[in-house]
């Protein structure tokens, strides 16, 4: 059970990073062997590439942040249930409509105080859709 502890706690850490935006932190968290699995299920590995994909996610949603509402915790892994939630503000402008939220659950696996893995469960179309819309939108409006 003390390694039960200690992974959760190595989650708890790795999700006050993320809703500290501190990529540092969150790369420093990172075991070599480090996975990422987004909502839809595309794979990801990588410092550099984890450490860029984290900065351009804090830059384009400012207020980003992982609400948790319960952790379960067991021998296979550490389970993070809330929201995820946030504004799309690539031009540094936090408009109401680009606000928002989804139900979100997470699965994180970590060894030795590193996390080994990290997925996303969450429907992030409503999330795409708001940046196409709003990406449409700025090309309409500077004419291109």
């Given at each position: 059970m003390k390694e039960v502890t200690k992974a959760k706690l190595t989650v708890q850490k790795?999700?006050?990073?993320?809703?500290?935006?501190?990529?540092?932190?969150?790369?420093r968290?990172?075991?070599?062997?480090?996975?990422?699995v987004n909502s839809s299920g595309d794979r990801f590995t990588g410092e550099d590439f984890m450490?860029?994909?984290?900065?351009k996610?804090?830059?384009?949603?400012?207020d980003f942040k992982i609400v948790v509402?319960?952790?379960i915790a067991d021998e296979q892994g550490v389970a993070v249930f809330g929201?995820?939630?946030?504004?799309?503000?690539?031009?540094g402008k936090k408009r109401?409509?680009?606000r928002w939220t989804v139900p979100a659950a997470f699965l994180g696996m970590a060894a030795a105080g590193k996390m080994t893995y990290w997925e996303s469960?969450?429907?992030?179309?409503?999330?795409?859709?708001?940046?196409?819309?709003?990406?449409?939108?700025?090309?309409?409006?500077?004419?291109?």
């Open positions: 790795f999700v006050d990073a993320i809703n500290a935006h501190d990529v540092e932190g969150i790369v968290l990172m075991s070599p062997e480090y996975v990422f450490r860029e994909t984290w900065a996610q804090f830059r384009d949603h400012p509402e319960k952790i929201t995820a939630e946030g504004t799309y503000a690539p031009d109401p409509e680009r469960f969450s429907d992030a179309s409503i999330v795409y859709d708001l940046i196409h819309e709003t990406d449409e939108a700025n090309v309409v409006e500077s004419g291109q």
